[in-house]
């Protein structure tokens, strides 16, 4: 209640909170019960808004949350690649050809990619 009343201060807005607590029959209204009904029912009175361009839904919230940590992960998996097969190139740059022999197919392609 204590924060409602600091974010109407704060933004010059009209705020209300009605607390529901189990085994209670009546709400915690704040600012006052008639004070929370006007702002409610002005509230109600307004038009609906057109859907905005970049309003979602928790649903598509997360799953855009989700592609764009999966894009960091992926971009940090082939950072690390990279780092890998630097490691190994710096290694064998040093005189040490033998890093070479326990790499597969895949690993080889990729030191000769980064060599090119």
């Not at 209300?16 to 704040?30: D, M, N, Q």
């Not at 082939?78 to 040093?94: A, G, N, T, V």
């Amino acid at each position: 209640m204590k924060k409602a009343d600091e974010l109407a201060i704060m933004c010059d807005a009209k705020t209300c909170v009605l607390v529901y607590e189990e085994g209670k029959a009546a709400p915690e209204v704040f600012p006052s019960h008639a004070e929370a009904m006007g702002i409610l029912n002005q509230f109600e009175s307004l038009p609906e808004l057109v859907p905005c361009k970049e309003a979602m839904n928790q649903e598509i919230f997360i799953i855009k949350r989700i592609e764009k940590l999966r894009d960091q992960v992926d971009k940090t998996r082939r950072e690390c690649q990279d780092s890998e097969i630097r490691y190994l190139l710096h290694k064998i740059m040093h005189g040490d050809p033998s890093v070479l022999v326990g790499l597969n197919i895949e690993q080889l392609t990729k030191v000769g990619y980064k060599v090119d």
